[in-house]
């Protein structure tokens, strides 16, 4: 049985001694939030920790280090 990444992390802070979550967080449209849900919100609703989404760049900067 194949569980989502949402239910993964939730019980695994059920059996853990966690205090913070933080989430790579990508754009999504309300089209696609509203289709397939959305793993951040949900996990900020059900956590009962931090929750922290991290935005992710767009590109990253090869001149960057």
């Known amino acids: 049985k194949r569980s989502r990444v949402s239910d993964r992390i939730l019980h695994e802070l059920e059996n853990g001694d966690y205090h913070t979550v933080v ?18 919100i949900r996990l900020v609703r059900e956590a009962g920790v931090n929750v922290v989404a991290v935005k992710a760049p767009l590109e990253r900067d090869p001149n960057h280090t």
């Not at 790579?24 to 849900?37: D, Q, T, W």
Request: charged share 35%; net charge positive; aromatic share 12%.
């Open 23 to 40: 989430l790579g967080k990508h754009r999504m449209s309300k089209s696609e939030e509203f289709l397939f849900g959305s793993k951040t």
